[in-house]
């Protein structure tokens, strides 16, 4: 093996003192969670209603400060619910980053709208500001009717930046920018758990933000997700859209309006409960591997991302930048093949067969990170 491989090599197995396979990211359960899921068991209730929901998400709305937060089956659907509750309709358009995962741009297509992309900078990996405004200066007019988009003829209803990989975008800069050109925020945070940009936690600079406790996100309910926002209307709607549209009565089944099943489990939300709990101790942890990764990388050619400017990352994935694709593959091939689960950063969705057509700005930084960036092995160490 390469030389350099080798020492990264090394240096992660000393990290984790692990001499097996080094997952990329697994969930710890090291706090009530057993505890919790066998209290939620002996009470029957393990399906869509019951405590833990509502504890759940009494304490993600402490941990975050927002003022609400709803549960969702999914990061995805909670999503999706946040776009539909700003007002994103059928044939609008949705200014949105290539460097995701492809659940931000399913979720706008499920509105039946349709993602414009632009580009990233390359320090945050996210959304860039000076990107959003450029388009829009150049490329929109302000009507009676919105923000629309010279080329496409289209209405333009919203922005969703997204905190990759847990470092936060230039979320302010973002905020102020739709502001001046009417449009509505939603924040992707689904990575981002934990992350504060200005000492404000991500997800709180837009209306509604969407979370993921998905298997290999900071926390984890097994599948989960979480609209997060300070706005009592849109917590209202967004429980009631969520949970079929049923209005309260004692027996009747009345629903106003077309609603989704996208409930989380009582169980799911007992699991949440305790990880809830454990997760200073998690930051804590990916805060310290986060540091030992930066001080060995510096010593080297690779260039580890550390936080970005005015924010507190949460650390989720740590990411390393490689020369160009060519190392990036050879790094790929070598560790992995020696047990050690690195991953490329996702292929862009411009480059996907479903979102190819759509509309796209220049996005070489974008580009330019897609051939080289690596996400390392971060789980917590406890
Ligand atoms: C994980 C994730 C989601 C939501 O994913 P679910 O698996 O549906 O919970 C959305 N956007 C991004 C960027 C993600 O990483």
């Given at each position: 093996m390469n030389q350099s491989y080798k020492s990264v090599t090394d240096?992660?197995?000393?990290?984790?003192?692990?001499?097996?396979?080094?997952?990329?990211?697994?969930?710890?359960?090291?706090?009530n969670e057993r505890l919790y899921l066998s209290t939620c068991l002996d009470s029957t209730y393990v399906s869509s209603i019951g405590k833990y929901?509502?504890?759940?998400?009494?304490?993600?709305?402490?941990?975050?400060?927002?003022?609400y937060a709803v549960c969702t089956v999914n990061g995805t659907a909670a999503l999706h619910t946040a776009l539909r509750l700003?007002?994103?309709?059928?044939?609008?358009?949705?200014?949105?980053?290539?460097l995701s995962f492809v659940a931000t741009c399913n979720a706008i297509t499920y509105c039946g709208a349709s993602p414009v992309?632009?580009?990233?900078?390359?320090?945050?990996?996210?959304?860039?500001?000076?990107?959003l405004l450029e388009f829009l200066s150049k490329r929109t007019v302000r009507t009676s009717n919105g923000c629309i988009n010279i080329n496409s003829g289209k209405r333009i209803s919203a922005v969703v930046p997204m905190h990759t990989f847990g470092h936060p975008c230039r979320i302010a800069e973002i905020a102020i920018i739709c502001e001046n050109f009417g449009l509505s925020l939603v924040e992707d945070a689904a990575e981002?758990?934990?992350?504060?940009?200005?000492?404000?936690?991500?997800?709180?600079?837009?209306?509604?933000?969407?979370?993921?406790f998905n298997g290999n996100k900071i926390i984890t309910t097994g599948?989960?997700?979480?609209?997060?926002?300070?706005?009592?209307?849109?917590?209202?709607?967004?429980?009631?859209?969520?949970?079929?549209?049923?209005?309260?009565?004692?027996?009747e089944f009345f629903h106003n309006e077309i609603g989704y099943n996208y409930r989380l489990p009582n169980i799911n939300a007992a699991l949440g409960c305790a990880q809830v709990e454990v997760l200073p101790r998690l930051l804590d942890s990916k805060r310290f591997i986060a540091k030992k990764y930066a001080e060995f990388f510096?010593?080297?050619?690779?260039?580890?991302?550390?936080?970005?400017?005015?924010?507190?990352?949460?650390?989720?994935?740590n990411a390393l930048i490689l020369e160009n694709r060519k190392q990036r593959d050879d790094f790929l091939n070598s560790?992995?093949?020696?047990?050690?689960?690195?991953?490329?950063?996702?292929?862009?969705?411009?480059?996907?067969?479903?979102?190819?057509?759509?509309?796209?700005?220049?996005?070489?930084?974008?580009s330019w990170l897609e051939d080289r960036v690596v996400n390392l092995p971060s789980s917590a160490i406890i």
């Amino acid at each position: 093996m390469n030389q350099s491989y080798k020492s990264v090599t090394d240096f992660i197995r000393d990290l984790y003192q692990e001499d097996g396979v080094i997952p990329l990211h697994e969930p710890k359960f090291i706090g009530n969670e057993r505890l919790y899921l066998s209290t939620c068991l002996d009470s029957t209730y393990v399906s869509s209603i019951g405590k833990y929901v509502d504890k759940f998400e009494r304490m993600i709305a402490e941990f975050t400060g927002a003022k609400y937060a709803v549960c969702t089956v999914n990061g995805t659907a909670a999503l999706h619910t946040a776009l539909r509750l700003v007002g994103v309709e059928r044939d609008d358009e949705v200014i949105t980053q290539p460097l995701s995962f492809v659940a931000t741009c399913n979720a706008i297509t499920y509105c039946g709208a349709s993602p414009v992309f632009i580009d990233v900078d390359i320090d945050t990996l996210g959304m860039s500001p000076d990107s959003l405004l450029e388009f829009l200066s150049k490329r929109t007019v302000r009507t009676s009717n919105g923000c629309i988009n010279i080329n496409s003829g289209k209405r333009i209803s919203a922005v969703v930046p997204m905190h990759t990989f847990g470092h936060p975008c230039r979320i302010a800069e973002i905020a102020i920018i739709c502001e001046n050109f009417g449009l509505s925020l939603v924040e992707d945070a689904a990575e981002s758990l934990g992350s504060t940009y200005q000492l404000k936690h991500t997800g709180l600079y837009s209306k509604v933000a969407a979370l993921s406790f998905n298997g290999n996100k900071i926390i984890t309910t097994g599948g989960g997700g979480m609209v997060i926002t300070n706005d009592k209307d849109i917590a209202i709607r967004a429980k009631h859209i969520t949970t079929t549209a049923k209005l309260d009565h004692p027996y009747e089944f009345f629903h106003n309006e077309i609603g989704y099943n996208y409930r989380l489990p009582n169980i799911n939300a007992a699991l949440g409960c305790a990880q809830v709990e454990v997760l200073p101790r998690l930051l804590d942890s990916k805060r310290f591997i986060a540091k030992k990764y930066a001080e060995f990388f510096e010593d080297t050619d690779f260039v580890f991302i550390s936080e970005p400017k005015n924010s507190i990352s949460n650390y989720w994935l740590n990411a390393l930048i490689l020369e160009n694709r060519k190392q990036r593959d050879d790094f790929l091939n070598s560790l992995i093949t020696s047990g050690i689960m690195v991953r490329p950063i996702w292929r862009l969705m411009n480059k996907l067969p479903m979102f190819k057509e759509f509309e796209c700005c220049d996005l070489k930084n974008a580009s330019w990170l897609e051939d080289r960036v690596v996400n390392l092995p971060s789980s917590a160490i406890i």
